[in-house]
Nanobody
Framework: QVQLVESGGGLVETGGSLTLSCVVS????????MAWYRQAPGKQRELVAT???????GYTDSAKGRFTISRDDAKNTMYLQMSDLRPEDTAVYYC???????????????WGQGTQVTVSS
């Protein structure tokens, strides 16, 4: 059974930075593809960034140039470094383990509890 635990959220001012972490607890962890999603109040959960088993990152337009996804498989941990934060980045951020099919990230039912990021204007 896979357990994902996110941390690192908080309240920051516009232009500030945060680094989120996602620790994976799983027997036989095999460096799977992973992703960060976020969900703002009243909105659907949306993809933010992905990372392949080999560490190649992918970003949505909202994250490009401001967010950096990375992983440390020795620590079973994935990170999301966020800079130049904006009020529209306010959301609960979730990590996910999934897979890629035809270059597209497919999420699984393995979600963490999320970590709240709030950016004040």
């Amino acid at each position: 059974q896979v357990q994902l635990v996110e941390s690192g959220g908080g309240l920051v001012e516009t232009g500030g930075s945060l680094t989120l972490s996602c620790v994976v607890s799983s027997s036989g962890f095999s460096s799977p593809p992973m992703a960060w999603y976020r969900q703002a109040p009243g909105k659907q959960r949306e993809l933010v960034a992905t990372i392949t088993s080999r560490g190649y990152p992918g970003y949505t337009d909202s994250a490009k140039g401001r967010f950096t996804i990375s992983r440390d498989d020795a620590k079973n941990t994935m990170y999301l470094q966020m800079s130049d934060l904006r009020p529209e980045d306010t959301a609960v951020y979730y990590c996910n383990i999934g897979q890629f099919r035809s270059g597209r990230y497919i999420y699984s039912d393995s979600w963490g509890q999320g970590t709240q990021v709030t950016v004040s204007s």
